[in-house]
């Protein structure tokens, strides 16, 4: 990985949040590329407030800085080229796992399984008034559930109905290793932040996240700030937002919590 931007790795056994450091790193002049690994996180960010769960040394939890020079309604591809680069890297885990097939996007930012039970969640965070060390930092913070939650665990009733792990979709039934999976990840993320650099990678970035995306063609309730409303997701836009049919007519999301109402068919 030498001629990789993402050789810039810190480990923390504990902190509050990966992406709450690189974002303070960005602010600071840090450049593209540095990621930050914890085996813990005692404040791990979800989005809108919402808490990220794992515990210690179970499950991959990592942030990287990228400084993507892009038009601002394109934003959701950086979570796209993220989202794609952990799905890549879950595919090409050792076929004696047999996780291939398994993962699929759930628009915006999470990744399912096949009956939608979550996987791994995305939070992109910028910061567009920092000036120091280039183009505005917007730090990526990914969670994959390796190997929690584990056969035996007992989960808190949302997360138990909802969650599930790579160790618990794996044939066999035994830990996954998390360092392979880093490496995944950093290796497939070179190609999808590269993709990001010009108008026909993110052409390819879309398209690849709408081929991944279970969204599409799902039956949907959009709650967004100021109320919510169901159609039918019909497609993406070229920037990665959602195109819902509602009565009719269609309806872009841009950001937002999408629910799905009825499973695709
Ligand atoms: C997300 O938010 O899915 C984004 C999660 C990003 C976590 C990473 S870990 C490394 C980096 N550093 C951070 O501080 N954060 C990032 P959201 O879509 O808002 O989902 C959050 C919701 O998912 C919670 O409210 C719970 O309901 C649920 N949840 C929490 N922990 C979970 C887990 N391990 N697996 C599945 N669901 C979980």
Redesign the pocket.
């Known amino acids: 990985m030498s001629d990789s931007r993402f050789n810039d790795v810190r480990r923390f056994s504990s902190i ?5 450091y690189l974002l303070d790193e960005a602010r600071a002049g840090a450049p593209e590329g540095v990621v930050a690994v ?1 085996d813990h ?1 005692t ?6 407030g ?5 515990p210690p040394g179970a ?1 991959l ?3 990287v800085l990228l400084r993507p020079d892009l038009p601002a309604n394109e934003r959701h591809l950086v979570t796209a080229a993220v989202a794609l680069a952990a799905c890549d890297a879950i595919e090409s885990l050792p076929r004696e796992l047999a996780l291939a097939g398994l993962v699929k996007i759930k628009w915006p ?2 990744l399912v399984d096949r009956t939608g039970h ?6 992109a965070e910028a910061d567009l008034t920092a000036t120091a060390g280039g183009p505005p930092p917007v730090v990526v ?3 994959i ?1 390796v190997n ?2 584990g056969p035996n665990d007992d989960l808190p009733p ?2 138990a109905s ?2 599930t792990s790579l160790r618990l979709q794996a044939a066999g039934g035994g830990e996954v290793d998390r360092e392979m999976v880093l490496a995944g990840v950093l290796t497939e993320l070179e190609l999808r932040v590269a993709a990001l650099a010009n108008p026909t990678g993110r052409q390819g970035l879309a398209s690849d996240l709408a081929a991944q995306c279970t969204t599409i063609g799902a039956s949907v309730r959009v709650d967004l700030p100021d109320g919510s409303f169901e159609g039918l997701a019909t497609g993406l836009t070229p920037e990665g937002h959602l195109v819902v049919d509602v009565d009719g007519a269609p309806r872009t999301v841009v950001a937002g ?1 999408v629910v799905h109402v009825r499973p695709r068919v």
């Open positions: 509050d949040s990966t992406n709450r914890a996180q404040a791990g960010r979800g989005r809108l919402r808490s990220w769960e794992a499950n939890l990592m942030s930012n999470d979550k996987l791994a969640g995305v939070l913070g990914i969670g559930n929690w939650p949302e997360l909802t969650a919590d």
